[in-house]
């Protein structure tokens, strides 16, 4: 099946300051730059101390700019958090919701993420929804029941209209970071065929097929080939291994010369 389009983006977490985001950005611009955008959808979700600097460091025909995370409400008495209208206001096009880290560390619920989406669509942003399966789960052979539940709970209540702005990142929470194992391809696309399968059931088939599925998980420049072949994989959502510019654009090179040779 040939691919519309490959997704390919990393989100830097609480690393990089703000000189060290510019420089990063800049060079991956220029290295891509010779890159056709029909075929490429490549986007950075820096910190959020960096984001009006990352704005004027690249070209959102070049790299799309994300948040991590994003308040519910507009305004009010949330101390610590980022409101949608803060983040309008930076330029930032993309926003992270559900992050592994999100749910795990900071303990955020099924209806917060809910609550997240709902907002943040309504805000006219990208939507990057992140989903995973823990280690207990996988174990006990109930990932595809988690990756549903997570995806139905977040989803619900969403207008269709908002389909054509929501992305989903798969990322099993064991897969992820230093001390995590990558899916392997198989298993992967195994989970993005249930994820399909739940966005058909709640929007339709043809709704369904508009939705970017994204792999996460310890990505690397061995086996990201290998994961983009999947029939069901649109894109690789990366951490470590898309850090350094040249890294990262050796990656995006050997992805689009594997689908698109
Ligand atoms: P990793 O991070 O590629 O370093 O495992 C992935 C993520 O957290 O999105």
Same mark, same amino acid.
């Given at each position: 099946m040939t691919k519309r389009r490959v997704y390919l983006g990393t989100n830097t977490k609480m690393y990089k300051s703000i000189a060290q985001t510019c420089s990063f950005l800049k060079e991956l611009s220029e290295l891509t730059a &010779? +890159? #056709? %955008?029909e075929h490429l959808e490549l986007f950075v979700i820096p910190s959020y101390t960096a984001l009006e600097a990352a704005r004027k460091a690249a070209p959102p025909s070049i790299i799309k700019l994300g948040a991590q995370n994003m308040a519910w +409400? /507009?305004? &009010? =008495?949330?101390?610590g958090e980022i409101s949608p209208l803060m983040l309008r206001e930076v330029g930032v096009e993309i926003v992270e919701i559900g992050h592994s880290e999100r749910r @795990?560390?900071? %303990?955020?619920d099924l209806e917060t993420i809910r609550k997240k989406v709902l907002c943040a669509a309504r805000h006219g942003f990208t939507v990057l929804l992140c989903v995973g399966e823990t280690t207990e789960e996988k174990e006990a052979g109930c990932m595809d029941d988690a990756l549903r539940i997570q995806l139905k709970s977040a989803l619900h &209540? +969403? #207008? =269709?209209?908002y389909l054509s702005r929501l992305w989903v990142a798969y990322e099993p929470v064991w897969a992820i970071g230093e001390n995590g194992t990558p899916a392997s391809r198989e298993y992967a696309e195994a989970r993005h065929k249930a994820l399909r399968e739940t966005l058909c059931q709640l929007f339709g088939q043809g709704a369904a097929e508009v939705v970017p599925l994204l792999y996460g998980g310890s990505v690397n420049s061995e086996n990201a080939v290998g994961l983009i072949g999947?029939? @069901?994989? /649109?894109?690789l959502f990366i951490g470590r291994s898309a850090w350094d510019a040249r890294r990262f654009s050796a990656i995006i090179r050997d992805v689009l010369d594997s689908v698109y040779r």
């Open positions: &010779g +890159l #056709s %955008r +409400l /507009d305004e &009010g =008495p949330l101390t @795990h560390i900071f %303990r955020e &209540g +969403l #207008s =269709p209209e999947m029939d @069901h994989i /649109d894109g």
